[in-house]
């Protein structure tokens, strides 16, 4: 904080004269019609974060009312404010791109204006991210509130929800199995309600992992969007968020290294989104903090994948929700967290747990003996082709391709791709690694979620569904195959992934968690020679893509921008 003031007194406009900035302050906001009586009260800023290009957070009006009404309870004034809204499908070139915009906007907005504690109102993918980030820069007392998990639809009586669906479903076109006029027909369906993507992709991964590391009030990730519950949940945290301003429990005090690896078990268990480790990585890094994924993998080797969702299993959110939700999963890893961290209900992740109604027969999350996957849900790979490391959702991959070795067919770019992949001529067996390159932080730039390659036409005709597929992009946690993500360095910074030639041989060993690219090392010295960087973005002189490419970090730094990271003197 940048002064120890409160309320209307906190961070004032510069004029020279603080007494006056004072009157200048309260004369323009009396002009809203608060009373002097309101303005003493604490301040509880609401970042608001509806828009009208994102369904997912259609609700988000509804929320700030209650969130609103728990603060006015609790004796404090609401202030909403906005910030910016990323939806996964409006944002060009991909969402990922925006994250970080949207996480200095936050912060910014919280260090600039005068709230005692922020309410973070978020749920598609990037939003909840970004505001953790920004707020955990800011460093202000900070709570979250999510908008929920939409509701499922259906077509034909069979369940359908956003968007493992919508990927399976896309897959039967491409593969002939159903027409143009069925597709459309689904399209309708796919996205019932309002609310967040209702599998276990990313949106449901961070509002999980936020719960879990204690940034949101117990219960609150896997309340749909259309319940009424989710709006007593905001009430309740609109109060909680009063208590947290006077208390003066900042973002730094709940996100410890115990708490990240809290959420990263947590991760594990629920079988999460791949970006879950980029977005905590980016997380941790506005606090000093880490995410270390060799200790990642090895936490896999205890945690075993609970959560019978999609894309793992068969299950949506609303029924993890009636389920018992996130408070059901914790129970079978206890022994395994850290119990003693504090959250923002005043309490630790133990008594949290210890308060909740007992537990009761489900079939959502399994227990610890009988689990989904054993293995851990995710394993880090690392070798000649990923010195950095590579991320591979093995839970959601042909079990019969974690050994394989195979021909490289590459792709260059995104371009690339879209020109060749369906292209009869294309040189193609099943048995073969599609390797598509260019598609990192810098490369696309952006990380776009393009590593889920679809399966070339002529072999998804032939009833081919998997096949192992690498890249240096992200994958969408409701995407699912066998799929190596996130290789480091990425092949626009000069990684290894960029010499890679079609025809070489790759090998995949994950139980060894190996990746290799089976050249010599002086055909790789000789390739690196001549390799040159790819040709610069259009555009890329200037403004925001400019500071994105010169400063942002590769993925196992979260792909933050270098120069937001802690440096210890903020
Ligand atoms: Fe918003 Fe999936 S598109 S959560």
Not at 52 to 80: F, S
Not at 88 to 108: G, I, K, Q, V, Y
Not at 404 to 416: P, S, W, Y
Not at 450 to 456: L, N, Q, R, S, V
Request: aromatic share 4%.
């Amino acid at each position: 904080m940048s002064d120890d003031q409160t309320g209307m007194k906190k961070g004032l406009t510069r004029y020279g004269d603080d007494a006056f900035s004072l009157f200048l302050r309260k004369a323009f906001i009396k002009a809203m019609g608060y009373t002097d009586d309101a303005l003493n009260r604490p301040i509880i800023g609401i970042a608001d974060t509806f828009s009208g290009y994102n369904a997912c957070h259609k609700t988000v009006p509804d929320l700030i009312e209650a969130v609103k009404r728990g603060v006015m309870l609790a004796g404090g004034l609401p202030v909403e404010f906005p910030t910016i809204s990323i939806h996964e499908s409006f944002a060009h070139p991909t969402s990922m791109f925006l994250r970080n915009l949207m996480s200095m906007d936050t912060e910014e907005m919280i260090r600039a204006q005068p709230m005692d504690a922020v309410v973070l109102i978020g749920g598609c993918d990037k939003t909840v991210p970004a505001l953790l980030m920004g707020a955990a820069s800011a460093n202000v007392p900070a709570i979250v509130c999510v908008t929920g998990p939409m509701g499922t639809g259906s077509h034909k009586g069979e369940r359908l929800g956003a968007c493992t669906d919508c990927r399976r479903m896309w897959g039967k076109f491409r593969a002939g199995e159903i027409d143009e006029a069925e597709i459309e027909d689904i399209s309708s369906k796919l996205v019932p309600t309002a609310g967040t993507c209702g599998v276990m992709g990313t949106a449901s991964t961070m509002a999980l992992m936020t719960e879990a590391m204690g940034m949101m009030l117990p219960g609150g990730a896997a309340i749909p969007a259309w319940a009424s519950d989710r709006l007593r949940h905001a009430e309740e945290t609109g109060t909680r968020a009063v208590a947290l301003a006077k208390e003066k429990v900042t973002p730094d005090q709940i996100i410890t290294q115990a708490a990240l690896n809290n959420a990263m078990k947590t991760l594990l268990a629920i079988g999460g989104s791949t970006n879950g480790i980029v977005h905590m990585a980016a997380v941790a890094g506005r606090l000093g903090l880490n995410v270390d994924l060799d200790a990642f993998d090895t936490m896999g080797r205890d945690v075993p994948m609970l959560v019978d969702l999609k894309p793992n299993g068969s299950y949506y959110m609303e029924d993890l929700w009636k389920a018992g939700g996130l408070t059901t999963i914790l129970r079978e890893i206890e022994d395994l967290l850290d119990l003693d961290c504090p959250t923002v209900s005043g309490k630790t992740l133990g008594e949290n747990l210890a308060a909740m109604a007992p537990g009761w027969q489900q079939d959502v999350v399994r227990p610890r003996g009988n689990p989904l996957f054993s293995k851990g849900s995710m394993a880090v790979l690392r070798g000649n082709l990923a010195p950095n490391g590579a991320v591979l959702k093995q839970s959601a991959a042909d079990q019969g391709l974690l050994v394989h070795e195979g021909r490289a067919v590459v792709f260059e770019n995104l371009e690339d791709l879209a020109e060749r992949i369906d292209s009869a001529d294309l040189d193609v067996t099943a048995d073969d690694v599609l390797v598509l390159r260019n598609i990192g932080p810098k490369g696309a730039p952006g990380m776009p979620e393009a590593g889920y390659i679809p399966i070339p036409k002529k072999l998804a005709s032939q009833g081919v569904k998997d096949m192992v597929r690498i890249s240096d992009g992200r994958m969408s946690g409701t995407a699912f195959g066998t799929i190596i993500l996130h290789v480091s360095p990425e092949a626009a910074d000069g990684g290894p992934l960029a010499l890679v030639q079609t025809g070489d041989r790759i090998r995949l060993d994950t139980p060894n968690r190996s990746l290799t690219l089976l050249v010599d090392d002086t055909e790789m010295t000789a390739r690196r020679a001549a390799w040159t960087p790819p040709p610069a973005h259009k555009g890329s002189g200037r403004g925001y893509l400019k500071l994105y490419l010169d400063t942002v970090t590769q993925a196992e730094d979260g792909a933050d921008f270098d120069f937001l990271q802690a440096t210890g003197d903020s």
